[in-house]
């Protein structure tokens, strides 16, 4: 929803609208909630689809009853903001908050609260409404036929889950996946085990009575094809991914290769993936005598690639290239920033992935969900803090690691299953400095806490962390010119100016990653897409504002060091959704886009680009997987619906060393803490 321009909370005439006053008496009819859904997507409060969605429904089946048709479309709308399903008991009163609608639009006579005084107010009548005669929409499941009806009402009988149908065969098949995957034991050498954890993971000797988790982590993921490990920034998720391929390695059966894949959402994660394994491997001490061929391991696994490349994707389709009947060649795949995959996506990849691989999931918890619908890392790690181990996977740990799990993280029998496989790091050894701790006072929800780690408004530049409120966004143009003394786009520009050193491919090849990784040192991260605070006007902005300064000569669309984020898959050009890349020229002059995979440089002909946009400032979701040495989060004013706790935390999380807050007016840092973000998914039931 725009927040320069909102929606427009119109009033319809009394005499369009006369059916109100009878209805008391004869109930609202199927055309009157229609009339009332194509009110609300005039203002701007529901999407196009959703009312058409409803129209649909009454369509396939004309004795659709009102309720089911309010539904249809609130369910539809639900899947546009991030949810893979509606809770019925969430219509039993007006669902003021799980809208986020403004007051105008849920007082009045044409209002929310006015429609829901005519929709059934009990459990019970909404899944009478929905059940009923109804055949052609919805399918009750049980006992009912199926014949394809695009809802379905499942879940618990106590607590009914509405879906798009998709949707609920995307929660069956995933949910019942993970479980097996998770339940199916395997035969663990633990003696072998043993020799080579004790040997990856030294004791350490200040403090033995710590657990180690990471240690804990390549353990527990011996046990079962399916193991996830989330923890957040700088506990060292990919650190003890390295160290089970090594140890999957050691135990691997003489004969035949370890065949391993690494994969991420995105280009940017899925680069920085392969670069901190390659490098945790290379520095993994292992004896010449020890038979462990880690290079060999190395060269092997290849580049890490996007899930769209890994799967196959194809042009205009939906549909992958690798699925059940043509799965993936690999014995263990190691899947980063798990908590960007949304549930989709997780049913393409399960499918693919042959049932006798490993899978292992990597990510924080508590970062933001998928942009598209689903949650499956959150749902998968909603305990996660709680451990909640059974005696036998404590005893195990203690056989296999030599780790003891304290009381507190073990359960009496029985246990959740998948809680068996997951494990949460909890020591961070890179954000224990100001930043962290900004973190966890977010994470937490403690913005008090938060915002004395900030030190109030306008903070001194020189603090790892810092606030400003400005009255306009020409304070943001002021952080990418430079003027807090912080990293900003001013570094690559001036590179850019003084060009290579030298002549030939070589020198070229030196400046041109030079540029790219002083580009990569700061980043403007926006909540939203529209408004004058938003990513459209400040990427203009910025770019004017470096373009005054004589640092960006801005002549033709493809000028000399402009920023792009690709925005749609191009499996032929090996671009993905959120690649980010400069515009610079090639040897001979011509302007090429320019991506830095880790160490290696690849360029794209800008003639061959069309779906891009420029990248001097994007929004918080497309950042995650990347991280920046000073990164600046931009909330924007009247932004308390699209404001989340986990925003911020992902917003602040993208920075190394430096990170600056710019709130548009006070009070919205702590308008966005106190506000976690929930996602409405029958996931978890499948294994709680």
Not at 322 to 340: C, G, K, Q, R, T
Not at 397 to 403: D, L, M, N, S, T
């Amino acid at each position: 929803m725009s927040l320069k321009n909102p929606p427009r909370i119109t009033t319809v005439p009394a005499s369009q609208m006369d059916w109100l006053n009878d209805l008391p008496a004869q109930g609202l009819s199927a055309l009157q909630s229609l009339e009332w859904l194509n009110l609300w997507t005039g203002q701007g409060l529901l999407r196009h689809i959703d009312s058409a969605f409803a129209a649909q429904v009454l369509r396939l089946d004309a004795k659709a009853p009102a309720p089911l048709l309010v539904a249809a479309a609130m369910l539809a709308h639900m899947e546009g903001r991030g949810h893979t399903c509606l809770p019925l008991a969430e219509l039993c009163q007006p669902p003021v908050a799980l809208l986020g609608w403004p007051a105008a639009a849920v007082d009045g006579a044409q209002g929310l609260k006015a429609l829901w005084a005519h929709l059934p107010a009990t459990l019970a009548d909404w899944q009478t409404a929905l059940q009923g005669t109804v055949s052609g929409a919805c399918w009750r499941g049980v006992d009912a036929p199926d014949q394809g009806q695009p809802m379905v009402l499942g879940g618990p009988a106590d607590a009914p889950l509405l879906y798009l149908r998709r949707y609920a065969g995307y929660e069956q098949r995933v949910g019942q996946s993970l479980l097996q995957r998770a339940g199916e034991a395997l035969a663990v050498p633990e003696t072998a085990a043993r020799e080579w954890l004790d040997r990856f993971f030294p004791p350490v000797t200040e403090e033995p009575t710590i657990t180690d988790w990471q240690k804990v982590a390549c353990a527990v993921a011996l046990r079962a094809r399916l193991s996830v490990i989330t923890g957040g920034p700088g506990t060292g998720k990919t650190y003890t991914a390295a160290r089970l391929l090594a140890l999957l390695l050691a135990l691997h059966p003489d004969g035949s290769p370890l065949r391993v894949a690494l994969a991420a959402p995105t280009g940017k994660a899925a680069a920085r993936l392969k670069q901190s394994i390659d490098d945790a491997l290379t520095r993994l001490p292992v004896p010449a005598d020890a038979g462990l061929d880690l290079s060999a391991l190395i060269a092997r696994m290849g580049p890490s690639r996007t899930l769209h490349a890994l799967l196959g994707a194809r042009p205009d389709t939906r549909a992958f290239r690798h699925h059940a009947a043509n799965p993936l060649d690999v014995d263990v795949l190691i899947v980063d920033e798990a908590s960007m995959v949304h549930l989709e996506m997780m049913d393409a990849l399960l499918q693919a992935l042959p049932p006798t691989a490993r899978l292992v999931l990597l990510g924080d918890k508590d970062q933001l969900a998928s942009v598209e619908a689903g949650a499956v890392l959150g749902d998968l790690c909603q305990d996660a803090a709680e451990g909640r181990y059974s005696a036998a996977t404590a005893q195990f740990v203690q056989r296999v690691a030599g780790q003891t799990l304290v009381a507190e993280f073990v359960l009496p029998d029985p246990a959740p299953v998948l809680a068996q496989q997951t494990v949460m790091l909890r020591q961070s050894r890179r954000f224990k400095g100001a930043i962290g701790q900004l973190a966890l006072a977010v994470n937490r929800g403690d913005a008090a806490a938060a915002r004395a780690c900030l030190g109030g408004a306008d903070n001194a530049v020189a603090s790892p962390v810092s606030a400003l409120q400005p009255s306009s966004p020409q304070a943001v143009c002021a952080l990418a010119l430079g003027a807090s003394g912080k990293p900003s786009y001013a570094d690559y520009l001036r590179l850019l100016q003084t060009g290579p050193a030298g002549q030939g491919t070589e020198a070229h090849s030196r400046w041109v990653s030079s540029v790219l990784k002083a580009y990569e040192r700061f980043r403007i991260l926006c909540a939203v897409h529209q408004g004058d605070w938003g990513t459209q006007a400040l990427n203009v902005a910025v770019q004017k504002a470096l373009a005054d300064a004589g640092l960006l000569r801005i002549q033709v669309e493809w000028y000399e060091g402009r920023p792009v984020m690709v925005t749609r898959n191009d499996a032929q050009l090996g671009v993905f959704n959120g690649d980010v890349g400069l515009v610079l020229p090639n040897t001979e002059g011509k302007p090429k886009v320019w991506f830095l995979d880790g160490e290696a440089l690849r360029s794209v002909s800008v003639m061959r680009l069309a779906q891009v946009e420029t990248a001097f400032v994007m929004t918080v979701h497309k950042a995650q997987g990347s991280e920046f040495e000073h990164t600046a989060l931009v909330l924007p004013p009247g932004g308390a619906e699209v404001l989340s706790r986990e925003l911020v935390y992902t917003g602040i999380t993208r920075a190394r060393e430096q990170f600056t807050l710019v709130e548009a007016e006070a009070g919205l840092l702590a308008t966005a803490i106190e506000r976690p973000s929930l996602r409405a998914s029958g996931l978890s039931r499948w294994w709680v």
